[in-house]
């Protein structure tokens, strides 16, 4: 895990019309590479032939890898979602623990042992049967080896001392201490047969020969063409209704809009709130603005630090002053950007717990959220020793309060984001340098903390234990990014023994208010501004495909779910005759490419790997 590949959602680009895409289709079965185009040149005339049974989901996600042990990327995790069923599964209704592998749990009095008793019968994808000594495997490596086998997982064993399997139906996981969160939750199990036979099993990608337990499987993965998904007829629950999960890959979310209004897909998620906009009315085409459970925030770098307490990095030493960070918070119109960027499909940020859990949730009207107030931040910063120079920015014993932000060159909002915050730190004599840099650049420069400020954000579990893990001392990387992964190179050993408190506090109303401290401590330091937790904006054609199931259950998401619930529940809508819009077939657009080609030279329209944040999981 790598804390250069937290950053937050690539967010399409912002544009009132919705433009098209030119699509060359390469081969039967092969995922078209899209470019921009004009919505006239093609919209209706894009048509590659679908199976009835074939979910089509357009994505730009990038894959990091399928390994479970390993994978942090938004995209790979919710796929391995559905290949790989975990003890305990996230219920869809309100996202509590429910079951998985485990039909039935129970505790110990003291709190110190969980029981799991599994349901028999249950197979693999490869008809080998699923018993504990699977779980006690996946669970051992990552107990055994943290820094590569729990890479991705980890910080959830940490408290385990012993996991057993006294028989093939019963797992016992003894604790070293007591602790809130079901030990079961959020933890792919893998088959150990096919795994323990790996030669490299921390470095295997996890792409081929796959064997799993969930809905579906992962039958073949192009890079930056398309992810191919079977349906699994050994899931526990029940084979799902359609046979196939295809993800193609488009360069941008405009063309993907537009292939969605042609028929070419069946469904998109990350839209804009003027591709909404642009969709609604559309015939065929449903729109679910779900809530989320994801934010936004400016990351900052308040001095990045390996575990051992070693700094490493460019970052202005300005911003290790908590002050100084705190008058950035209180100087920015967070409410105007919300409104300006997002136009109503957001709602206002406080922590990085979004208002979708208000169990957890940091209120609005906490004591220590700060109001806007530019005069009192200018005070602030005056207070801390930068005064305002001639040229109106401030300095302090000689250097000046000079700040880089760095803004992902392909994201329109990014972008604007930096528009608005220049003037608005201007104001509080601060110069921003905006630096609008590509997605494996900015990566790379966040992994060797050369950064400043950058845009990030994550998807948030029901349970907060693992987000609050993340922020700990321990979960920092080290200089090279090898290690656990941390949310925003955060260390404070108050905010340490906060989280350890609120992990053993059996007591649900306690627990709450210890996770709310944590997160007024976070707030406080301020390693990160909470800009707004945005709604999940997606869209289907209803005219193939219905039953979808959100998550939560009351006005919630379909893709990107704590779980498998959205697409595992899809049924083909009745009569459905599959890619019969009438466009060009497959053989049409071949003829156009080799026209294209033979008249203008060989040209690639080549996908960018990004590893934006609507990657991070």
């Known amino acids: 895990m790598t804390m250069s590949r937290i950053r937050f959602p690539r967010l399409p680009r912002m544009v009132t019309a919705v433009a098209a895409a030119t699509v060359l289709a390469l081969a039967p079965g092969v995922a078209p590479i899209a470019s921009a185009a004009t919505e006239e040149s093609t919209e209706g005339a894009i048509d590659a032939p679908a199976e009835e049974k074939t979910l089509r989901i357009a994505t730009a996600g990038q894959i990091d890898s399928f390994n479970p042990f390993t994978t942090i990327y938004l995209t790979s995790t919710g796929i391995n979602r559905y290949v790989y069923e975990n003890l305990v599964q996230y219920d869809a209704k309100d996202g509590s623990p429910t079951e998985g592998l485990a039909e039935s749990w129970e505790t110990s009095e003291d709190g110190m042992t969980w029981t799991f008793t599994l349901r028999e019968g249950m197979k693999w994808s490869d008809d080998e049967p699923i018993t504990a000594e699977d779980v006690v495997y996946t669970y051992t490596q990552m107990m055994e080896d943290p820094a590569g086998m729990g890479a991705a997982n980890g910080s959830l064993v940490q408290n385990f001392d012993t996991v057993e399997a006294p028989d093939d139906s019963t797992v016992v996981i003894t604790l070293t201490e007591p602790q809130a969160p079901n030990p079961g939750t959020e933890i792919p199990v893998v088959p150990e047969h096919v795994w323990s036979a790996k030669e490299d099993?921390?470095?295997?990608?996890?792409?081929?020969?796959?064997?799993g337990s969930g809905p579906f499987v992962l039958e073949s993965y192009e890079p930056n063409q398309?992810?191919?998904?079977?349906?699994?007829?050994?899931f526990w629950r029940g084979a799902p209704q359609i046979d196939t999960i295809q993800y193609i890959y488009y360069t941008n979310s405009d063309a993907q809009v537009q292939a969605l209004r042609s028929g070419e897909v069946d469904f998109i998620t990350g839209l804009t709130p003027e591709q909404v906009t642009a969709l609604e009315g559309a015939d065929n085409v449903e729109i679910n603005a779900g809530t989320g459970r994801r934010y936004t925030s400016i990351s900052i770098n308040s001095g990045a630090e390996t575990p051992e307490g070693e700094s490493y990095g460019t970052g202005n030493e300005a911003l290790t002053d908590v002050a100084v960070r705190q008058a950035l918070r209180q100087g920015i119109d967070?409410?105007?950007?919300?409104?300006?960027?997002?136009?109503?499909?957001?709602?206002?940020?406080?922590?990085?717990?979004?208002?979708?859990?208000?169990?957890?949730?940091?209120?609005?009207?906490?004591?220590?959220?700060?109001?806007?107030?530019?005069?009192?931040?200018?005070?602030?910063?005056?207070?801390?020793?930068?005064?305002?120079g001639a040229d109106g920015i401030r300095e302090k014993d000689g250097e000046k309060l000079s700040l880089r932000l760095l803004v992902d060159s392909a994201s329109q909002p990014e972008q604007a984001i930096g528009e608005f915050l220049g003037p608005w730190l201007a104001d509080l004599g601060v110069e921003l340098e905006v630096e609008a840099s590509d997605a494996d650049t900015i990566s790379s420069r966040t992994l060797a903390g050369d950064y400043d400020m950058y845009i990030t954000g994550w998807s948030i579990n029901p349970d907060p234990d693992y987000q609050l893990g993340i922020n700990t001392c321990a979960s920092r990387p080290d200089a090279e990014g090898n290690g656990p992964s941390s949310q925003d190179g955060y260390c404070n050993p108050e905010f340490d023994e906060l989280y350890a408190q609120q992990h053993t506090e059996l007591d649900e109303g306690a627990r709450e208010e210890l996770v709310r401290e944590a997160l007024r401590l976070n707030y406080t330091d301020t390693a990160q501004i909470a800009l707004w937790y945005p709604q999940a904006l997606e869209a289907y054609r209803s005219d193939r495909f219905d039953g979808f199931t959100t998550q939560p259950e009351a006005d919630g998401m379909i893709a990107g779910?704590?779980?498998?619930?959205?697409?595992?529940?899809?049924?083909?809508?009745?009569?459905?005759?599959?890619?019969?819009?009438?466009?060009?077939?497959?053989?049409?657009?071949?003829?156009?490419?080799?026209?294209?080609?033979?008249?203008?030279?060989v040209v690639i329209f080549a996908l960018t790997r990004r590893k934006s944040a609507d990657d991070r999981a």
Do not use: C
Not at 201 to 211: E, H, I, L, M, S
């Open 561 to 601: 779910q704590a779980g498998y619930w959205g697409f595992y529940t899809v049924e083909p809508v009745s009569g459905e005759s599959g890619g019969e819009s009438g466009g060009l077939g497959t053989g049409a657009w071949i003829g156009i490419g080799i026209a294209v080609l033979a008249g203008v030279g």
């Open 226 to 234: 398309s992810i191919t998904l079977k349906a699994n007829p050994n």
């Open 201 to 211: 099993a921390v470095g295997d990608p996890g792409d081929t020969d796959v064997v």
């Open 334 to 388: 967070i409410d105007t950007l919300r409104e300006q960027v997002m136009q109503g499909y957001a709602d206002p940020a406080t922590s990085f717990i979004p208002s979708a859990f208000p169990k957890w949730h940091l209120p609005e009207d906490d004591e220590a959220i700060l109001e806007h107030d530019v005069e009192a931040a200018k005070q602030t910063l005056e207070d801390a020793g930068w005064t305002e």
